[in-house]
C-alpha cells in the first residue's frame, strides 16, 4: 500500500479541516495515510512518504507561518525531488500571492506539484472541502 503523508499548520482550525478533507480524499483510493500537524511531523514521514500534500495558510504580508512551518518546508529541499507534491491553505485577505511563492519554490526543489496550490477563503465551505476531497482523491492518483 502507498503512504501520504499530509502535514500542516493550522491557527485557527480552517487549514486543519482542509487537510482532514484531503485526507478523507486519498483515502477512497486505499491509500495509507498520515496526517500531522507540523509540529508532530518529521523529515522521515516525508522521506518515507510516496506522496505529500503541505497545507499552510497565507499569514502577515502573504507568507508561510515563520516559526514552525516556514523551518520545516526549507528542511525539505534535499527530499521531495521527484516525489508527487500538492499544497493547500486558507487565507483571509490578498490575491494568493504567498501560494505562487510556494509553488515555484517547491518546483524549485524538484518535486512533481500535481496541481496548482488550492487555496479556501476562511472557514472551508461544503463546496470547498469537496475541492479537498477531490485534491485528496487526485493526489492518490500520482503514486
Known amino acids: ?8 499548520w ?3 482550525g480552517n487549514t486543519e479541516m482542509m487537510a ?12 495509507e495515510v498520515k ?16 506522496a505529500i500534500a503541505l497545507g499552510c495558510p497565507s499569514m502577515g504580508a502573504e507568507v508561510l507561518e515563520e516559526e514552525e512551518m516556514e523551518p520545516f518546508v ?8 521527484e516525489k508527487p507534491v500538492a499544497l493547500f ?6 490575491n494568493g500571492e504567498w501560494m505562487k511563492d510556494w509553488e515555484e519554490r517547491i518546483k524549485n526543489y524538484g518535486a512533481k506539484l500535481i496541481d496548482e496550490g488550492l487555496i479556501l477563503h476562511l472557514t ?18 500520482f503514486i
Do not use: F, H, R
Request: hydrophobic share 35%; with cysteine; aromatic share 4%.
Open 10 to 12: 493550522s491557527g485557527t
Open 20 to 31: 482532514k478533507a484531503i485526507a478523507e480524499g486519498a483515502e477512497e483510493n486505499s491509500q
Open 35 to 50: 496526517v500531522l500537524s507540523v509540529e508532530k511531523a518529521t523529515l522521515d514521514d516525508v522521506v518515507t512518504a510516496d
Open 1 to 8: 500500500m502507498k503512504k501520504i503523508a499530509i502535514i500542516y
Open 89 to 94: 491553505g486558507s487565507y483571509d485577505w490578498g
Open 124 to 141: 472551508p465551505t461544503d463546496e470547498g472541502l469537496i475541492k479537498c476531497k477531490d485534491l485528496g482523491e487526485n493526489l492518490s492518483k
Open 74 to 81: 526549507e528542511s525539505l529541499e534535499k527530499v521531495v525531488s
